[in-house]
C-alpha cells in the first residue's frame, strides 16, 4: 500500500522565522511528489517534482525532492501571517491518469 | 480558463438520508476524481474516471457510495444512505493526461 508521512503534524512560529516541512513516502511506480497549500477547502499547487536535487523555488518557498532517500523538504523563508494554512504533500504514481496519494498534512501556525 | 466547479458548497442531512454532488471539471480534462477529506486528514481517493470510465475505485464503499460520469464530462456522487462518518470535505479534481491537477473548491457534508 502507498504511504506517504509528513512531519510535523503541527508547527506554531513567529513571523519571520524559516520553517521546514518534511515529506516522505513509499509507493510503487513513483511518478512525481507534489505539494498543495490548503487554507479552506481547495488545495492550491504549490511545487511539482520529478527528479532528484533540483531545487524548485517561487518567491519564500523552496522544495527539494531525494529519490534515493525517499523524501522531500518545503522550506517557507521569512514567514508571514498569510503563510498559515496546511501543506499537503502528495504523491503521483505510474497508473492511468495519475492518482494522488495524500499525507495528513502539516498545519502551519505563524503568529505575528 | 474556468476552474473545477461543484456543487453544493454545504450540505447538512440526517443520517439515513441520501445526498448528491455535482462536478464539473475544467474543459478538456479527461481525468476526474473524486477525493475524500475527513477534518485533520489528507484527502483520500474514492474514484478516478478517465473520460466516462471508471480507473480506480477500489477505496470507495461500494455499499453506500456512487458515482457516474455518463457523457465523460460532469460527475455525480452519491450517498445512500449516509453515516455520521461520512462528515467531510469531498473534493473533485480534474487532469489532463495525469498534469495540471486542479481542485474543486468542495463540498462540506455534515451527517447529523
Known amino acids: 500500500e502507498d504511504k506517504v508521512v509528513q512531519s510535523p503534524l503541527s508547527l506554531v512560529v513567529h513571523e519571520g522565522d524559516t520553517v521546514t516541512l518534511n515529506c516522505s513516502y513509499e509507493?510503487?511506480?513513483?511518478?512525481?511528489l507534489l505539494w498543495y497549500k490548503q487554507e479552506k477547502k481547495a488545495p492550491t499547487f504549490l511545487f511539482m517534482l520529478t527528479s532528484s536535487g533540483i531545487e524548485k523555488k517561487s518567491g519564500r518557498l523552496s522544495s527539494i525532492l531525494d529519490k534515493k532517500e525517499l523524501f522531500s523538504i518545503l522550506n517557507i523563508t521569512a514567514t508571514q501571517t498569510g503563510d498559515s494554512a496546511v501543506y499537503l504533500c502528495a504523491v503521483g504514481v505510474e497508473t492511468s491518469g495519475s492518482r494522488l496519494t495524500f499525507g495528513e498534512g502539516t498545519q502551519l501556525t505563524v503568529n505575528p | 480558463e474556468a476552474g473545477v466547479a461543484q456543487s453544493p458548497r454545504y450540505k447538512i442531512i440526517e443520517k439515513r438520508q441520501s445526498v448528491a454532488f455535482w462536478c464539473n471539471p475544467i474543459?478538456?480534462?479527461?481525468?476526474l476524481y473524486w477525493y475524500q477529506q475527513i477534518l485533520g486528514q489528507g484527502p483520500k481517493l474514492l474514484i478516478q474516471f478517465q473520460n466516462n470510465g471508471v480507473v480506480d475505485d477500489s477505496q470507495l464503499p461500494k455499499d453506500r457510495f456512487s458515482a457516474e460520469r455518463l457523457k465523460g464530462v460532469d460527475s455525480t456522487l452519491k450517498i445512500q444512505p449516509a453515516k455520521l462518518e461520512d462528515s467531510a470535505v469531498y473534493l473533485c479534481a480534474s487532469s489532463s493526461l495525469g498534469y495540471g491537477y486542479t481542485f474543486g473548491s468542495g463540498t462540506r457534508l455534515t451527517v447529523v
Open positions: 474543459s478538456g480534462h479527461a481525468t
Open positions: 509507493v510503487t511506480n513513483f511518478r512525481s
